[in-house]
């Protein structure tokens, strides 16, 4: 089944703990992005990725690092996570180009303490 | 500023009747729109896109419309269900591949039983 799947689903951490959040997509698309949801303010681009080793910040990047080693992966990093950092995080991708139709993952629904 | 916005927050209508749900664009570059699903706890699920060439596409009981001299677009749900209860929101290509897709904050549609 094509898909994207993000890992954990849930996470409740502390201030302060690096934290990853995965993203795969099995759908051998070039463009993947992360985006984080809060309530009043829709959908949000952290950072995203045109392909393997390109990557480049969306709207909303601080306390946010990414990398993208291969295509089909591309991991949301916290490094030292704070309570304004939860959210609800979620992975996309699209074949070619950040303009085209994309593909969300379930979500990750992260609360930092 | 330009943006992708939305004409009603909620929407709540009975089982069968059509839900029509509206979205109001203000970059007349744009060319490529996308609706998108959004049930409580997943992600978001395309729906139907459209491009700036046309003024009406089909799917499976949706229909979005394009108006492009008032710059307005709406997605039409026949015979709504209950599992049609979602949040709804539009996404905007402002004009070519690299450009990013821009999400509305979307509509709340509740089917009542």
């Known amino acids: 089944e094509a898909q994207v799947t993000q890992n954990p689903r849930y996470l409740i951490t502390v201030t302060g703990k690096k934290l990853t959040v995965t993203c795969s997509q099995n759908?051998?698309?070039?463009?993947m992005s992360w985006y984080r949801q809060d309530p009043g303010l829709g959908l949000r681009q952290i950072y995203y990725?045109?392909?393997?080793?390109?990557?480049d910040k969306g709207d909303v990047p601080e306390g946010y690092k990414v990398s993208r080693k291969e295509k089909r992966n591309f991991p949301l990093i916290l490094e030292s996570p704070s309570p304004n950092q939860t959210s609800l995080y979620f992975c996309?991708?699209?074949?070619?180009?950040?303009?085209?139709?994309?593909?969300f993952g379930p979500g990750t629904r992260l609360t930092v303490l | 500023g330009e943006s992708v916005g939305l004409h009603l927050p909620t929407l709540s209508v009975q089982e069968g009747d059509n839900s029509i749900i509206n979205c109001a664009y203000s970059?007349?570059?744009?060319?490529?729109f996308i609706w998108y699903k959004q049930e409580s706890g997943k992600g978001p699920q395309f729906i139907i896109d459209?491009?700036?060439?046309?003024d009406k596409r089909q799917g499976q009981r949706v229909t979005v419309l394009l108006n492009k001299t008032v710059k307005h677009l709406s997605l039409q749900i026949a015979a709504t269900q209950p599992g049609d209860s979602a949040v709804y929101f539009c996404?905007?290509?402002?004009?070519?591949?690299?450009?990013?897709?821009?999400f509305g904050k979307g509509t709340l549609l509740t089917v009542n039983p």
């Open positions: 996309a991708s699209s074949f070619y180009s950040q303009g085209d139709t994309q593909y």
């Open positions: 759908m051998n698309h070039e463009y």
């Open positions: 990725s045109m392909n393997v080793e390109v990557t």
């Open positions: 970059n007349s570059a744009s060319d490529y």
């Open positions: 459209i491009r700036s060439n046309m």
């Open positions: 996404a905007e290509n402002r004009g070519g591949s690299n450009y990013k897709l821009t």
